[in-house]
């Protein structure tokens, strides 16, 4: 069985309909649930999830947590950039989506 861990959702995309889409791929391209599992979890989750190694990570979120409000707000902490980063020079597959590339401390990801 293969394993996808996903962020999904941000300020302007409802993490209820990429939930369901995302579902919908997986199952078609995987050719149902049982062949693929996907382990959802938030931002602050992330690092222990790439730690687990699965097959693969999407990030389905921009970084930017108020963009309405507090521009400078965001989820991607160094930790998490790191975690990234070694998980993508270990081998690991990533899929990006939402402007999640928009790191104010224009380090390894940004």
């Given at each position: 069985?293969?394993?996808i861990?996903a962020?999904?959702?941000?300020?302007?995309?409802?993490?209820?309909?990429?939930r369901?889409?995302?579902?919908?791929?997986?199952?078609?391209?995987?050719?149902g649930?049982?062949a693929v599992?996907v382990?959802?979890?938030d931002?602050?989750?992330?690092?222990?999830?790439l730690?687990?190694?699965?097959?693969?990570?999407?990030?389905?979120?921009e970084?930017?947590?108020?963009?309405?409000?507090?521009?400078?707000a965001?989820?991607?902490t160094?930790?998490?950039?790191?975690?990234?980063e070694?998980?993508?020079?270990?081998g690991?597959?990533?899929?990006w989506?939402?402007?999640?590339?928009?790191s104010?401390?224009?380090?390894r990801?940004?």
């Open positions: 069985m293969y394993t861990v962020v999904l959702g941000d300020y302007y995309h409802q993490a209820e309909v990429i369901a889409a995302f579902q919908e791929a997986v199952s078609s391209v995987f050719g649930e049982d599992q382990r959802e979890v931002a602050a989750g992330l690092p222990q999830a730690a687990d190694r699965p097959d693969a990570v999407v990030l389905f979120k970084n930017r947590t108020d963009p309405e409000g507090d521009k400078q965001g989820w991607m160094e930790a998490v950039e790191e975690a990234i070694a998980y993508v020079r270990e690991g597959g990533l899929s989506c939402c402007g999640a590339g928009e104010k401390s224009q380090g990801l940004g």
